[in-house]
């Protein structure tokens, strides 16, 4: 166990190296930094100042591993816009996007994976064409035009609940409906197909066949079983959660991470559009080793190989 | 995600029929019907209505559409500024089409090529190649994306290019896997022995072979880069006025949602329905023509 948690922190750590070399790489290659932010006007030996005050007339690999070191003392540079440290600003940010993403979460799961189920037992039902249509309406109709409609219908129309902004449970309710939405039918379609898979195997056969009751056979034999693809497929979507909610948090004006993305990447405010690349990087990789250690609860085969077999 | 099978669980009794069933459903026609009509919409763009679609005309601001209290000039109403929102429509529908087309063509034929190169040569490339893979399937891309047009500004031909690297790693992968399995059939060791250059190979025999099953992977990353593309117009950040697109006009029209709901609701109807009947298309002709994607 011990070898398989130091196998994911190895990968984890070159997941971040890869990020952030990307990050420096096509910040290097975008364009003379300096002359980005500073005015044509300027005169040169202003520029040249400010080009060694941030150690810009060092070669590049000089560079490079400053910027490694800093990271590693947690210094990612300054925001432009209030010049205070741009992990100050993210991560002031980040309780105010978990708000919505964790709601949304649970929300996904409780929606999606009872609904696939449902559907997967009911077979070329009613119920399950019922909910295989509305899984793909809701998997194609677009974040923001959902939040825009649900705006429309549940603001505007019925004034019951508030537009947008942050502070209050109404304010939550429209844009965490929005963003669980989506994941719920990817989900829903996922389950389904999860399901249907375990439930063609041999093994349940020989369940029903011995006479244990249809109950038991799906909630100790089927269930057990699809969750782990099931569970790959909510790793993935902590990463559709994170894009979906700079939409969605544009769409109600609701100020997390979302937002400050949008208008860091309008303003150009490099340091805090590179922060937040890393902390979404980071997120991903906690979602992506909490999802493996998952699996070897689930599944005692997968303890020693690091590595889903049955995976997306 | 479009990747998800709505019936991966085929019983024994599906897999016995082994004609191919190409008898198509309502829902599937109707959806081909809709691609069509909007294929046929971008190609005709300019001929099919009377107002330039960047013409202001001040005095007929935020009209309502017909049937709502509209007058006839403006079909579906004007905008904030008075433009006509069925011009502005029509020939967002072509960009749209237009830049999905284009990421999608990119997408694929960077995949394609990458995943070629990884079965082809194996060894480090192959290993470079799926560590790539692996790092663009784990991040998000749209913030890859909002990073990269932070990092160089925005211009249309980057646009497209950045939403070309969407999805090709689907591409790569299925590539590399399926010309591995080719190099073990008959006819790739055929091909080789007879002194065929790896060009050759690839492209007059290799590919033709696995086409069908990158259709339907184009198929099915078409709605994503439209989605994408919207989003990412919606936010400010694609497509740049003068010009317009689907997710561009949804987003200027946000700020007129109460008093002028019109202006938006055409494009998101539009953006809806395509991206659904792509979606519904690409399932049935996944479940048509090939089983190995799920």
């Given at each position: 166990m011990l070898h398989f948690i130091l196998i994911r922190l190895a990968r984890a750590l070159l997941t971040i190296l890869i990020m952030v070399t990307f990050a420096f790489v096509v910040l290097r290659v975008s364009g003379d930094p300096v002359l980005a932010l500073l005015s044509p006007e300027t005169p040169a030996s202003v520029v040249e100042a400010f080009r060694q005050s941030w150690g810009l007339d060092q070669p590049l690999w000089?560079?490079?591993?400053?910027?490694?070191?800093?990271?590693?003392?947690?210094?990612?540079?300054?925001?432009?816009?209030?010049?205070?440290?741009?992990?100050v600003v993210v991560a002031e940010r980040i309780p105010i996007t978990l708000l919505l993403t964790v709601p949304a979460l649970i929300l996904n799961i409780a929606i999606g994976?009872?609904?696939?189920?449902?559907?997967a037992l009911k077979r070329d039902s009613f119920v399950d064409r019922a909910v295989m249509t509305s899984a793909i309406a809701g998997f194609t109709v677009p974040s923001f035009v959902l939040g825009l409609l649900l705006v429309l219908v549940f603001a505007v129309e019925l004034p019951w609940l508030p537009s947008g902004g942050a502070g209050s449970i109404q304010q939550m309710i429209l844009p965490v409906v929005t963003l669980g939405v989506g994941g719920a039918a990817v989900l829903a379609r996922f389950t389904r197909s999860a399901m249907l898979e375990v439930l063609g195997e041999a093994y349940i056969r020989t369940g029903s066949a011995k006479g244990v009751a249809w109950r038991r056979v799906i909630s100790g034999h089927a269930l057990p079983n699809a969750a782990i693809p099931i569970l790959t497929i909510i790793g993935f979507m902590i990463g559709n959660l994170i894009a979906g909610t700079v939409l969605v948090e544009s769409v109600f004006s609701w100020p997390g991470l979302g937002s400050l993305l949008v208008v860091s990447v309008m303003s150009r405010d490099l340091a805090v559009v590179q922060c937040i690349l890393l902390f979404v990087a980071a997120a991903m990789i906690i979602a992506n080793v909490l999802v493996d250690l998952l699996y070897?609860?689930?599944?005692?085969r997968l303890r020693g190989t690091g590595r889903a077999s049955g995976g997306a | 995600m479009s990747d998800l099978s709505i019936g991966t669980g085929t019983t024994p009794k599906a897999r016995s029929k082994r004609r191919l069933n190409w008898a198509m459903p309502v829902a599937v026609r109707l959806a081909l019907s809709w691609i069509c009509l909007m294929l046929l919409v971008g190609i005709f763009a300019n001929y099919l209505t009377a107002h330039d679609f960047a013409a202001l005309d001040l005095r007929h601001r935020l009209e309502p559409p017909i049937g709502f209290g509209g007058s006839p000039a403006h079909l579906l109403g004007s905008d904030e500024l008075g433009r006509d929102v069925l011009a502005r429509l029509v020939i967002s529908i072509r960009m749209s089409l237009l830049i999905a087309f284009g990421a999608t063509l990119i997408g694929a034929v960077l995949g394609t090529t990458l995943g070629f190169l990884a079965a082809h040569f194996r060894g480090w490339v192959e290993q470079a190649v799926l560590a790539c893979v692996d790092?663009?399937?784990?991040?998000?891309?749209?913030?890859?994306?909002?990073?990269?047009?932070?990092?160089?500004?925005?211009?249309?031909?980057?646009?497209?290019?950045?939403?070309?690297?969407?999805g090709w790693e689907r591409y790569a992968r299925i590539t590399r896997a399926l010309t591995i399995s080719a190099g073990a059939q008959g006819y790739v060791t055929a091909v080789r022995q007879l002194g065929a250059s790896p060009w050759r190979l690839y492209l007059r025999h290799v590919l033709p072979n696995i086409a069908s099953t990158l259709i339907v992977t184009m198929t099915m990353a078409f709605p994503d880069i439209i989605l994408l593309e919207s989003g990412l117009s919606f936010l400010g950040l694609g497509v740049q006025p003068p010009l317009t697109s689907l997710g561009n006009m949804v987003g200027y029209g946000r700020d007129y949602l109460t008093r002028a709901p019109w202006i938006l609701v055409a494009p998101a109807v539009v953006i809806s329905m395509t991206t659904l009947s792509i979606s519904l298309v690409g399932d049935w002709l996944r479940d048509r023509l090939d089983k190995t994607i799920s």
């Open positions: 000089v560079q490079y591993l400053r910027y490694l070191l800093a990271i590693v003392h947690g210094d990612l540079g300054q925001s432009m816009r209030d010049g205070r440290a741009a992990v994976i009872p609904a696939g189920i449902l559907a070897g609860v689930l599944d005692p | 790092f663009q399937a784990s991040m998000p891309f749209l913030i890859l994306a909002l990073a990269v047009l932070a990092f160089f500004g925005n211009s249309l031909p980057l646009f497209v290019a950045l939403l070309g690297l969407h």
